[in-house]
T-cell receptor, first 112, second 116 residues
């Protein structure tokens, strides 16, 4: 069975500081990996995805993530956080877009 | 990107009543829509796949007689929680893939259901 673990329920980062959100997955084959962001009153928005190829993927809003097969990880990074990045972030794994298993989410708080 | 809306955004109802939640694709047609449930501090769990013109496909453990899904048009799917109970209180989210079931999903903003 596939599963996703986001070990941090919430993280606080100072504005301008770097960010890394952790995601570990369990999947029986080559996974399709996703990061979504959910802001209050908004639907989940796809930040980036990994299907194959280069293990470092670039996404929207300055985010990137690195697929590390040996560690079963797909951590999300951003070099400099903005106050508008405060939201909940979800990692997901699947065989494609439609069969997604989500993690429990990490709430990002940005301090001035 | 494609836009998916949900109505209402939040609803409070008494135990035993039924509640209908609408999911609309605003700028595309969707033959398939997905319904998720999210409990506090939990991940999104797929409840069912809604198929236009045919019966919905429910995930294991989801009661199809309790969570009625109707996908009557290419832009609208409805989820009716029948005889709601407090344990049905949750955040219900729909999504739709513009290009069909295997395409990227676009998510609605969710509906917060509270059953008293």
């Amino acid at each position: 069975a596939q599963s996703v673990t986001q070990p941090d329920i919430h993280i606080t980062v100072s504005e301008g500081a770097s960010l890394e959100l952790r995601c570990n997955y369990s999947y029986g084959a080559t996974p399709y990996l996703f990061w979504y962001v959910q802001s209050p009153g908004q639907g989940l928005q796809l930040l980036l995805k990994y299907f194959s190829g280069d293990t470092l993927v670039q996404g929207i809003k300055g985010f990137e993530a690195e697929f590390k097969r040996s560690q079963s990880s797909f951590n999300l990074r951003k070099p400099s956080v903005h106050w508008s990045d405060a939201a909940e972030y979800f990692c997901a794994v699947g065989a494609g877009y439609s069969t997604l298993t989500f993690g429990k989410g990490t709430m990002l708080l940005v301090s001035p | 990107g494609a836009v998916v809306s949900q109505h209402p955004s939040r609803v409070i109802c008494k135990s035993g009543t039924s509640v209908k939640i609408e999911c609309r694709s605003l700028d595309f047609q969707a033959t398939t829509m997905f319904w998720y449930r999210q409990f506090p501090k939990q991940s999104l769990m797929l409840m069912a796949t809604s198929n236009e013109g045919s019966k919905a496909t429910y995930e294991q453990g989801v009661e199809k007689d309790k969570f009625l899904i109707n996908h009557a048009s290419l832009t609208l799917s409805t989820l009716t929680v029948t005889s709601a109970h407090p344990e049905d209180s949750s955040f219900y989210i729909c999504s739709a893939p513009p290009g069909g079931a295997g395409d990227e999903q676009f998510f609605g903003p969710g509906t917060r259901l509270t059953v008293l």
